[in-house]
């Protein structure tokens, strides 16, 4: 069973929204804090956001701040990333990223995750 998950990537058109999904599985979700990274073309992977193990603190990247939300469901096991007013140069690969540490509050530095998903491709474009 693969730990994560992640879905609802595509084709949006600049000001447009999408919103994205990570499922979790294996090791006590609701322990661990989670973040979303995104690597675009011929760039290093960075950091987008992150929600601590319990939901109650988020923190985001300045590029999105203000247009992008973070949240989790620790019944479901899931994370999502609310994109809206999406730009170009949002246009990615998405990953969702579980951190190491339990009752953790999230980080920006990848280091601090140890489990990856596979990636959905977001691609804003008129």
């Known amino acids: 069973q693969v730990p994560l998950v992640e879905s609802g990537g595509g084709l949006v058109q600049p000001g447009g929204s999408l919103r994205l999904s990570c499922a979790a599985s294996g090791r006590t979700f609701s322990n661990y804090a989670m973040g979303w990274f995104r690597q675009a073309p011929g760039k290093e992977r960075e950091f987008v956001a992150s929600?601590?193990?319990?939901?109650?603190?988020?923190y985001y990247a300045r590029s999105v701040q203000g247009r992008f939300t973070i949240s989790r469901d620790n019944v479901k096991n899931t994370v999502a990333l609310q994109m809206n007013s999406l730009k170009p140069e949002d246009t990615a690969v998405y990953f969702c990223?579980?951190?190491?540490?339990?009752?953790?509050?999230?980080?920006?530095?990848?280091?601090?995750?140890?489990?990856w998903g596979q990636g959905t491709q977001v691609t804003v474009s008129s």
């Open positions: 929600i601590n193990w319990s939901g109650g603190s988020s």
């Open positions: 990223a579980r951190s190491k540490f339990q009752r953790g509050l999230g980080s920006s530095l990848q280091s601090e995750y140890d489990t």
